[in-house]
């Protein structure tokens, strides 16, 4: 070996003459890479005239009679009138003047030390977490050296939409809250018990700045969940979820089937507008019947009444094996907690009113009953049509009508739609039923 492995120096061999001259050659060799500092790692023309011990890190793309062809990475030392030709190993470190900053070579560039690939502080950086920190604080603070404008901004960005930009927050290294842009351009917050599920807690559009809170929001003394109101402004066609204005019995009541066609079911009798008044429920809500002449009974979800003794369903498939001749009833079965009242979905509404359906906690509702000439009327909302649960206003015999404005809770889950149930309970004190009209004017959530 004539030459040391690291830096290429030339050994003094036995029996060599002038020795001085090799050994300067590795003087001038040790002179140029120790304490490496080069003038610039941007220049791309050679100097005209350059100082002695002058050192340039070249680019791939430099030029001039000694420059041209050298390799991107390699050092040109200046020494003894010439150009010097070196090429660094990987973990050489160099002082770069013109940017007051040093570099170190990786085997196929040099890195300058403003971009490490990793930085660790009191912690070590690992390829998930290429900066680690462990501070009791840590200052990010103005600028009032350069001086700078006295403002401080942390920018945290990410590629796309549907990517996250956030800062986590742990408790013994598992995570128990997340803020940030969470798979989307609106600002959330999200907690988790165990760093494994989340639950949304805040949510803040970016379009208007209007703020939502998914898990609800908690009374501080009692821990009972605290409501917000909807309101819905609207009438006949767009909120009154129950109208029927013919006169009949009170519910439970029923008819005979005629035929039975797809989704749609024809009456032996011109009596679908007991069951479903097209002019005001449709499109708001859908009311729920049974076939009583099935064992156990079957029910189905009337969504229209297109004719006077035609009813529309929601799914076909419930009424597939139901025949002419049966009977079909509204009003839930005896034997139901729920027995004599009817079931109403209230989906088709929040779909219109708002383009989405969702679990109400509760209603606003205005309740109006008729009485006839001689005989009280009485009607009543509830949210499971158990004993106990109504809330209704009574019409006495002679006077025109009654109504009330009442908050009822919502908690019964519709087996059709991803929204709670609500029941009326007709009450037939002995002159049947006359106008009768249950109108949502808001929703608790």
């Known amino acids: ?110 890195v300058r030390d403003v971009e490490l690939p990793r930085l660790g502080i009191n912690s070590p950086p690992d390829e998930s977490n290429r900066l680690a920190v462990k501070s009791d604080a840590v200052l990010f603070s103005h600028d009032d050296v350069t001086p700078g404008s006295g403002d401080v901004r942390q920018a945290v960005n990410k590629a796309a939409e549907a990517n996250t930009a956030s800062l986590i927050f742990q408790s013994g290294y598992s995570a128990r809250a997340e803020l940030g842009l969470l798979g989307g351009d609106d600002f959330a917050v999200k907690v988790s018990s165990d760093g494994m599920t989340y639950a949304p807690a805040l ?36 909120s009154s979820v129950f109208r029927i204005d013919v006169a009949r019995s009170g519910a439970p009541r029923g008819a005979t089937i005629s035929a039975v066609s797809g989704a749609e079911i024809t009456l032996s009798s011109g009596d679908a507008a007991s069951f479903f008044e097209q002019g005001f429920m449709g499109g708001v809500s859908m009311v729920r019947i049974w076939n009583v002449s099935r064992s156990p009974e079957e029910a189905a979800w009337v969504t229209a009444a297109p004719g006077s003794n035609m009813l529309t369903v929601s799914d076909f498939a419930a009424i597939s094996a139901w025949l002419p001749g049966d009977t079909i009833q509204i009003g839930d079965p005896a034997g139901m907690s729920s027995a004599g009242t009817i079931a109403l979905d209230v989906s088709p509404m929040m779909q219109q009113l708002f383009g989405t359906v969702f679990r109400q906690a509760g209603l606003i509702l205005k309740v109006v009953t008729h009485a006839s000439s001689t005989a009280d009327t009485q009607l009543d909302v509830s949210p499971s049509g158990a004993s106990g649960s109504f809330l209704g206003v009574r019409s006495y015999g002679g006077e025109k009508s009654i109504s009330a404005q009442l908050i009822l809770l919502a908690s019964e889950p519709s087996p059709v739609s991803d929204t709670n149930l609500l029941y009326i309970r007709e009450v037939d004190l002995g002159g049947g039923m006359g106008i009768s009209v249950v109108t949502v004017t808001g929703f608790l959530v």
């Open 1 to 110: 070996m004539d030459t040391s492995p690291r830096l290429g120096l030339p050994f003094l061999l036995a029996n060599q003459a002038q020795k001085h001259v090799t050994l300067n050659e590795a003087l001038r060799r040790l002179d140029m890479l120790i304490q490496l500092a080069a003038r610039s790692a941007s220049t791309v023309s050679q100097p005209a005239a350059p100082a002695e011990g002058d050192i340039y890190l070249l680019g791939a793309d430099a030029t001039g009679t000694d420059w041209s062809g050298a390799a991107a990475g390699s050092i040109a030392a200046f020494a003894d009138g010439a150009w010097t030709l070196l090429e660094p190993e990987a973990g050489w470190r160099c002082h770069i003047e013109d940017e007051l900053v040093s570099a170190t070579y990786s085997g196929t560039d040099w």
């Open 203 to 238: 949510q803040i559009s970016r379009a208007d700045g209007s703020v939502s809170f998914p898990g609800g929001q908690r009374h501080e003394t009692s821990g009972e969940m605290l409501r917000s109101i909807l309101p819905v402004a609207g009438g006949d066609g767009i």
